[in-house]
Each structure stands twice: as C-alpha cells, then as structure tokens.
C-alpha cells in the first residue's frame, strides 16, 4: 500500500536544520500527498515572522562543516570565538545562494501555498514563551496527540 | 529530438525542490493529455521527474540531455 501522507517533526532552528523538513514537505506536497509539520522545541524558529531567512548555522560541535578555504584545516575549537557564528552563516549563504537553492522564507511560502499544515506545539510555545502573534499567518497550534492522529494514518513519518 | 508541446517551462539553473515544485504547477494548469517540456539544468532533475510522475501518474513522454541542460516532455494524465 502506498503511503499518502507525510508528517514530519521539525525540533531543530539552525538554518541547516530547517531545510530538510521544508524540501520534503513541498516535494510530496507536489507529489499529492497531504503534508503536515509539527514544529516543536528550536524548530518553532523557523515559523517565526520573518525570522526562516535568519537562522544561523553554528560551526561549533560541527566537525562536517566545509573549510572555508580548501585544504587547510581550521581547527573546531575556533568556533567558539565570538562571531564565529556569523562567519560560519555567512559562508554557508553564499554557497547556497551561489547553488541557486531557494530560500527558507520562499520554501515556506510554497508550503503554505501547497496547503501543507503547519502546526506549532502549544507545549514548547509556552515554554519557550512565545506567542501565537510571533509565529506566521496559515499556521495551527496542537500537541503531540494532534501529530499522532494525523501521522497513525497512512503516514511516512520523518524527524528533524 | 523535437516532440510537440502545449506549454513550456524554464527551470535552468534552479536546485532541488525547485524544478519539481515548478513543474507540479505547470501541469495543474494544462488539460488533461497535453504536454509540458520542461528544461532543468540541475543533474538530480532526472531521476526526480521521473520518481514524480512515477507517483502521480503524469506520463513522462520522453526526456533528453541537450550539453548542461536536461530536457522533459511530461504528459498531463
């Protein structure tokens, strides 16, 4: 039987962390399946207004991070200075912008057009004290049995 | 090779989920049986197209490669 939906869990707001569950999500929305992503923990990020073009990518405890320049190796400990963030960031826009990969912000903007559900976890919201107006239009706001309902039927179900 | 066609679309120089996502809405907009020739230059355009019409059923008429560019005749089922 073939599955004909997907319902991913988002739980990570660095910028590499946020692409996968947004590719995927309009890719098998583009291949009619129902999509729906549960954003949960850091993953709440990526909903904020205009917040998805402004995840960073740490380069600290990130031993697969390209160097930056070919062949020397920089050490990961530098990672820890400040600024360090920044830079790694930077980096990692150029090269995506240089591949001609959309944005995070335009990705989300496809998802929402292709009527993939957005749900927020009402518990981690809290936690983390944010607001239901902090988060972007089109989104819905649930728990773990709202995810598990939607996922309990017919669903691939992926973790990020 | 030349096929005939009822709507073109440009996807040069687009990545990943781009030219499928693109293509998704281009064959919405077609009638049923007519075709779409989309051009895409990422190489992972391949075996998309095809695992995406594979999955809903578009008929991928023929494709080819033409030097960076790939090139697809997708039939609207």
Known sequence: ?160 | MSEKFDQELDCSGLACPMPILKTKKAVDGLNSGEVLKMTATDPGSLPDVQAWTAKTGHELVSHAQDGDKFIFYIKKK
Not at chain 1, 88 to 95: E, I, R, S, V
Not at chain 1, 96 to 101: D, L
Not at chain 1, 110 to 116: G, H, K, Q
């Open chain 1, 1 to 160: 039987m073939e599955a004909k939906r997907l319902a991913i869990i988002a739980a990570h707001g660095s910028m590499d962390a946020a692409y996968p569950p947004l590719i995927l999500a309009t890719a098998a929305a583009a291949m009619d399946m129902e999509v729906a992503i549960f954003f949960t923990f850091f993953g709440l990020e990526i909903l904020k207004k205009g917040k998805a073009d402004k995840l960073q990518v740490a380069p600290i405890a990130n031993p697969a991070m390209p160097q930056p320049v070919p062949g020397i190796s920089v050490p990961n400990i530098i990672g820890v200075l400040p600024g360090m963030t920044a830079v790694a960031t930077g980096m990692m826009n150029g090269w995506m912008s240089k591949a001609n990969v959309a944005k995070l912000s335009e990705l989300l903007e496809m998802a929402v057009e292709m009527n993939v559900r957005l749900i927020a976890c009402q518990m981690t919201m809290d936690v983390m004290g944010i607001k239901k107006d902090e988060l972007i239009d089109s989104i819905e706001i649930g728990g773990a049995a709202t995810f598990l309902e939607y996922a309990s039927k017919d669903a691939i179900s992926l973790s990020f």
